[in-house]
Nanobody, 127 residues
Framework: QVQLMESGGGSVQAGGSLRLSCAAS????????MGWFRQTPGTEREGVAV???????RYEESVKGRFTISRDNATNTLYLQINVLEPSDSGTYYC?????????????????????WGQGTQVTVSS
């Protein structure tokens, strides 16, 4: 069965780094658009980083230069490297995939176009 499982979250001081992982089962990460989305108690779930089948990436403006999305096709794992963490990076990070066809070109940060979701991993950044 299809499953996305996030890990790697935690509590970190500002300026630190985290590497989030998303293990995908029965869902080839290279054949779908994949992304990381963030949600805080007072906000809607928003896309922060996405990647399509050819490997094109797209980032939310505030994370450019600090976040890197990548994948390991051999292990079918999606990653999000987060550097120079800021308190505003805090939230629950969700791994997501768009189950549309067997090839995705043109990643989007719009959460409405993703229909496979993990349960999330918590990231807390303190000042």
């Amino acid at each position: 069965q299809v499953q996305l499982m996030e890990s790697g979250g935690g509590s970190v001081q500002a300026g630190g780094s985290l590497r989030l992982s998303c293990a995908a089962s029965q869902f080839p990460v290279e054949r779908h658009c994949m992304g990381w989305f963030r949600q805080t108690p007072g906000t809607e779930r928003e896309g922060v980083a996405v990647i399509d089948s050819p490997g094109t990436v797209r980032y939310e403006e505030s994370v450019k230069g600090r976040f890197t999305i990548s994948r390991d096709n051999a292990t079918n794992t999606l990653y999000l490297q987060i550097n120079v963490l800021e308190p505003s990076d805090s939230g629950t990070y969700y791994c997501a995939g768009s189950n549309r066809g067997t090839w995705c070109a043109g990643p989007t940060l719009d959460r409405r176009l993703y229909n496979v979701w993990g349960q999330g991993t918590q990231v807390t950044v303190s000042s």
